[in-house]
């Protein structure tokens, strides 16, 4: 039976697309997923199944907007997977360190994505990387370095070039997130 991350995207985001994780836990539950837990409230589902990822993607999408009234994508990381999104970490402690001394928040995130984006959409990044926002992408994860803010970041809204559904996390979600798979 494998452990596996849901990462919700798109909820809880200001005042729409608003879930209860009492009630999120409860719906993962009832579609037979075990050790189910939540982390704080973007919709972060820590779970066991026997089921395989476009299995698991599948059953959830599909019974999701007639749970909770609305529709979302989930992208899903096994516990192997997201152990090594924190150990393949492509920048320096030096440049993190940098960018935190100048950022005025979190400075290191992940978009997790769906699929591994195309070499040609990846190219298109390249026009926002600067001495602030730098990115690097492994496999289906692209890892982003913010000297500034993500949130008026022309990289982090460009993200979109790479046509892959994703969401994004701070470093710290997902370093905490590891460590409450192995509590499972």
């Known amino acids: 039976m494998g452990v596996y991350i849901a990462l919700l995207r798109g909820i809880n985001v200001g005042t729409k697309n608003r879930i209860k994780m009492s009630e999120l836990k409860e719906y993962f539950e009832n579609l037979g997923y075990t050790n189910?837990?939540?982390?704080?409230?973007s919709g972060n589902v820590i779970f066991r199944s026997e089921l395989d990822e476009n299995q698991i993607k599948e059953q959830l999408e599909s019974n999701f907007e007639d749970r909770f009234g609305f529709s979302t994508k989930m992208i899903l990381r096994?516990?192997?997977?997201?152990?090594?999104?924190i150990r393949?970490?492509?920048?320096?402690?030096?440049d993190i360190e940098k960018a935190e001394s100048?950022?005025?928040?979190?400075?290191?995130?992940v978009s997790l994505m769906q699929q591994v984006p195309l070499e040609e959409n990846i190219k298109l990044l390249e026009a926002y990387k600067n001495e602030y926002d730098k990115y690097e992408v492994i496999g289906r994860d692209v890892y982003l370095l913010f000297g500034k803010s993500i949130r008026n970041s022309k990289l982090a809204?460009?993200?979109?070039?790479?046509?892959?559904t994703d969401t994004v996390r701070n470093w710290k979600t997902l370093s905490k997130l590891v460590s409450l798979v192995d509590e499972i």
């Open 36 to 41: 189910v837990k939540t982390y704080i409230q």
């Open 78 to 85: 096994s516990s192997e997977e997201l152990n090594n999104i």
């Open 88 to 94: 393949n970490l492509p920048f320096s402690e030096e």
């Open 102 to 109: 100048t950022s005025e928040g979190e400075s290191l995130y």
């Open 157 to 164: 809204t460009n993200l979109t070039k790479l046509k892959v």
